[in-house]
């Protein structure tokens, strides 16, 4: 697929297409860290919900965050990086690299 073909997808509100040319794009995400595994829960006021198998404390659910889109995205580590919300629940997450595609194949909810 390629970048031009980006545009023709009805983007969900939780995903922002940044550069077109680089495939970067911003995820809004409402992150639930101590749960007993990580998945997408579905939306939440305009935001992915994400719950995350790891505790809040030292960057930890931070870190779970970022293997864990690095795994679903199929992508290095280093395409992804935290934007806002290193202590928050609400995060902005930039990934680069990745398709509209992918991220909508990856991140779908999970039943």
């Known amino acids: ?3 031009a073909d980006e545009s023709s997808f009805n983007l969900p509100s939780w ?3 940044e550069d077109r040319a680089t495939l970067t794009y911003i ?4 992150c639930q860290p101590g749960a007993k595994k ?20 030292e960057g930890k ?6 293997a ?8 290095n ?9 290193d202590l928050s629940r609400l995060k902005r997450v930039k990934v680069s690299g990745v398709t509209t595609l992918q ?3 990856a991140l779908q909810v999970q039943s």
């Open 15 to 17: 995903l922002k297409l």
């Open 103 to 105: 991220i909508l194949e």
């Open 27 to 30: 995820l809004a995400l409402h």
């Open 38 to 57: 990580t998945e997408v829960q579905g939306e939440h006021d305009g935001r992915l919900k994400i719950r995350l198998a790891a505790p809040p404390v």
């Open 1 to 3: 697929m390629s970048a």
């Open 61 to 66: 659910a931070n870190d779970a965050l970022i």
């Open 68 to 75: 864990w889109l690095s795994k679903i995205l199929k992508i």
């Open 77 to 85: 580590r280093s395409h992804i990086e935290l934007l806002a919300g």
